[in-house]
């Protein structure tokens, strides 16, 4: 099973995803083309990359992970393909893949060169769906591009831990559909630089502390006398699946109630930090 997995900030409205998912299956028809997200933020490779970071692992190996979002081939921007743990994934060198190596050290890199392979007026799309394609087949990078080094690295958002260990600051880097607030700290980075002291998550200029960081969003609930509706509306924090910090509020609803995003002022970009004492 050839699994390709779509990424992008197309949203539904427009004929892009159904444009690109025809170049997929006219390139290779067995393909099982999968939806990761179509409403990704506007260019945001933030975003990008922690849903494609959250969700990729679910797929088996040999899974293919294309990434569509500010893909415009240009002067400073190449096309690229990354193979790691026995996936690949495909974007362009805007900073996406620079957010997961963060994480983890690619087994493989190559800048696409295939462009000039391709008819005169193919598009990014074209380019991107016939290397996807390429690979699901089970053919190689080596075929597709020239091995590089490194990619580029997103270090406006980079998460950074105090020379002394004292502290780590990230940034908000997505907000869920609940309102819930996911930044790059990860739970590596707490746990090595924590060494098991006490800390205290802080943000927005210290207005909201929080002193515990949960395993689960129901171990807010810390009393038998009263119900789970009690605790609805109550600030957590937890490292999430994927492994980061998330800011949360407890059942929260953004439609009637709020959620954790616009209840405590929480945006893209926002500083959160740990303090360890």
């Keep these: 099973m050839s699994i390709i997995t779509l990424t992008t900030d197309y949203g539904l409205r427009d004929h ?23 409403e990704i933020d506007h260019f945001n490779t933030a975003e990008a990359s922690y849903i494609v970071e959250a969700a990729y ?32 994934f495909i974007c362009a060198d805007n900073g996406t893949l620079g957010f997961l190596t963060q994480k983890f050290v690619a087994e493989k890199i190559v800048a696409i060169n295939i462009h000039d392979r391709l008819p005169e007026d193919a598009t990014d799309l074209d380019v991107f769906a016939k290397v996807a394609c390429h690979l699901a087949k089970g053919g190689t990078l080596n075929v597709i591009g020239r091995e590089i080094e490194s990619v580029m690295e997103q270090t406006e958002l980079k998460p950074v ?26 739970k590596k980075m ?15 200029t210290g207005q909201h502390n929080i002193r515990t960081i949960f395993s689960k969003y129901a171990d807010v609930v810390t009393s038998d006398t009263y119900p789970p ?6 600030r957590l924090a937890l490292f999430n699946a994927a492994g980061n910090l998330e800011i949360a509020l407890f059942r929260s609803n953004p439609a009637t109630t709020g ?18 004492s």
């Design 229 to 234: 509706k009690f605790y609805e509306g109550q």
């Design 16 to 38: 892009f995803v159904g444009a690109l998912k025809g170049k997929l299956l006219s390139e290779y028809p067995e393909a099982n083309i999968i939806d990761i997200s179509h």
């Design 259 to 276: 959620g954790a995003s616009s209840l405590l002022g929480l945006g893209y970009r926002d500083a959160v930090t740990i303090n360890f």
């Design 161 to 186: 831990i105090a020379s002394d260990g004292s502290s780590i600051k990230g940034y908000v880097v997505y907000i869920d559909h609940f309102g819930n607030v996911v930044t790059n700290i990860t």
């Design 190 to 204: 707490f746990t090595e630089t924590g060494k098991g002291r006490n800390y205290e998550v802080t943000f927005r």
């Design 57 to 88: 692992s679910s797929f088996p190996k040999g899974s293919v992970h294309l990434i569509g979002v500010d893909i415009e081939l240009g002067r400073n921007t190449r096309h690229v393909a990354m193979q790691w743990n026995g996936h690949f």
